[in-house]
């Protein structure tokens, strides 16, 4: 059996392979470009950890954010009173806030527009079992 069709013939069995293919391809494609990309910190007794999707952030476009929290044993961390901000550490314009609502045992999500392309630095704070909570994380918006 030929790879490939003569000239100018195009068998429905090649048309259904070249297809088959093309799908698949774009299949993968769309699932590397949907992997949420994600920041970790680590404090006294817990790891929070900042996922953020699509991988590559883009100023004023809509970002969804998952903050997940768990104790050194991986157990999920019930944060009350979470608040979290974003700034350019290299900007001297106000912070944006960004709201966190709970989502499950120590998962908060957000969704958040960036207003510009640049690095900045996310603050998360809470109180945890009555002790305050603080983690930061770095993220770059825009770019090649």
Do not use: K
Not at 35 to 45: L, T, Y
Not at 63 to 78: I, M, Q, W
């Amino acid at each position: 059996m030929r790879a490939f069709p003569r000239r100018g013939r195009l068998t429905a069995h090649h048309a259904r392979r070249t297809a088959t293919c093309l799908w698949l391809a774009a299949a993968l494609w769309l699932a590397a470009c949907s992997q949420p990309a994600a920041a970790r910190v680590e404090g006294e007794g817990w790891t929070a950890t900042l996922e953020w999707s699509p991988q590559r952030l883009r100023s004023l476009q809509p970002v969804r954010l998952v903050l997940r929290v768990a104790d050194r044993s991986g157990r999920a961390v019930r944060l009350q009173e979470v608040h979290a901000q974003a700034d350019m550490p290299e900007m001297s314009h106000e912070p944006e806030e960004i709201r966190f609502w709970p989502a499950g045992e120590g998962t908060y999500e957000a969704a958040h527009n960036f207003s510009m392309d640049g690095r900045w630095r996310v603050r998360v704070t809470g109180r945890w079992d009555r002790t305050p909570f603080q983690a930061t994380f770095e993220l770059a918006v825009g770019g090649p």
